[in-house]
């Protein structure tokens, strides 16, 4: 099964390989996750950059770094969007090969501290949940497990390097993760997804510092701004989890008061679980 094509699961598959059905579910999360992600988050602030440029999707080329199954490419695409994604996972391409390509959509196989596109190729480059992912071996079996690599700084400037270098200069990039400052981290996890507690000196998780200190050594004059998660999320995969059921309202809540409310200014802080980073080119 392909996460385009999502099934239901009872209790008796769940019971009979638990760990081959959370990944089977952990597909069918992630189609409904990017489709929700790009409709009720990316695709208005893309929109709206076209409205302060005056400009049509159609002529903004869009890249989508570490994309996944693909499903981000072609839904940016329906909406009018040049649209580009690269991934570099075996998994990726297998996936791939059986979607229903648009008009529009390029998928393509490359590491993303390497490019294979021309400086100032695309007017907004995005990234989600893919720099804590550079620089660090990762090992999930009955217990979820992660170490930073030798050159991890290094590896992850490179990154951000080259998503700037394929931006234009008026252009954006969007970078977003859980947030390395915050204690708990709810997205990395064993098939049991429990939430994960972690410290700041795991060098895995980037923090806002991290990353704006990263980018002003690559390019001083652009600016670097948090901004509120709200409406990125499903909740689908918390609410699984009693905590889920419980708090997923309120959290939404919160994310809307950091972007809405006064406490905007928390959206880069330690009190933000999930950082949104917007980097504007000068």
């Given at each position: 099964m392909y996460p385009h094509s999502p099934q239901r699961h009872t209790s008796a598959s769940l019971q009979a390989d638990p760990a081959h059905t959370a990944h089977l579910l952990a597909l069918e999360d992630e189609e409904i996750g990017v489709r929700y992600r790009i409709f009720n988050f990316y695709l208005p602030l893309f929109l709206a950059f076209c409205s302060r440029r005056r400009?049509?999707?159609?002529?903004?080329?869009?890249?989508?770094?570490?994309?996944?199954?693909?499903?981000?490419?072609?839904?940016?695409?329906?909406?009018?969007?040049?649209?580009?994604?690269?991934?570099?996972?075996p998994l990726r391409?297998?996936?791939?090969?059986?979607r229903v390509r648009q008009p529009g959509v390029a998928l393509v196989g490359a590491n993303a501290v390497a490019l294979p596109f021309a400086d100032g190729a695309f007017d907004i480059v995005f990234?989600?949940?893919?720099?804590?992912?550079?620089?660090?071996?990762?090992?999930?079996?009955?217990?979820?497990?992660?170490?930073?690599?030798?050159?991890?700084?290094?590896?992850?400037?490179?990154?951000?390097?080259?998503?700037?270098?394929?931006?234009?200069?008026?252009?954006?990039?969007?970078?977003?993760?859980?947030?390395g400052a915050f204690p708990v981290d709810f997205w990395h996890n064993d098939w049991r997804s429990r939430p994960r507690f972690h410290s700041p000196l795991q060098k895995f998780l980037p923090t806002f510092r991290e990353v704006a200190g990263l980018c002003k050594a690559i390019s001083p004059g652009c600016s670097v701004e948090a901004i509120s998660p709200a409406g990125r999320f499903t909740f689908r995969r918390s609410q699984r989890r009693w905590y889920g059921k419980l708090l997923s309202g309120a959290m939404e809540r919160y994310f809307q008061l950091l972007r809405d409310g006064p406490l905007h200014s928390l959206a880069a802080s330690p009190l933000n679980p999930y950082l949104v980073i917007r980097i504007e080119r000068h």
């Open positions: 400009t049509l999707p159609a002529d903004v080329r869009v890249l989508d770094c570490g994309c996944g199954n693909g499903a981000s490419v072609e839904y940016l695409a329906s909406a009018g969007f040049r649209s580009f994604g690269i991934d570099i996972a391409f297998e996936q791939w090969t059986v990234s989600s949940g893919m720099l804590e992912h550079v620089g660090v071996a990762e090992e999930c079996a009955t217990q979820y497990r992660v170490t930073a690599l030798p050159g991890q700084r290094q590896l992850r400037q490179r990154f951000l390097a080259e998503c700037l270098r394929v931006t234009k200069l008026d252009g954006i990039v969007y970078i977003d993760h859980p947030n």
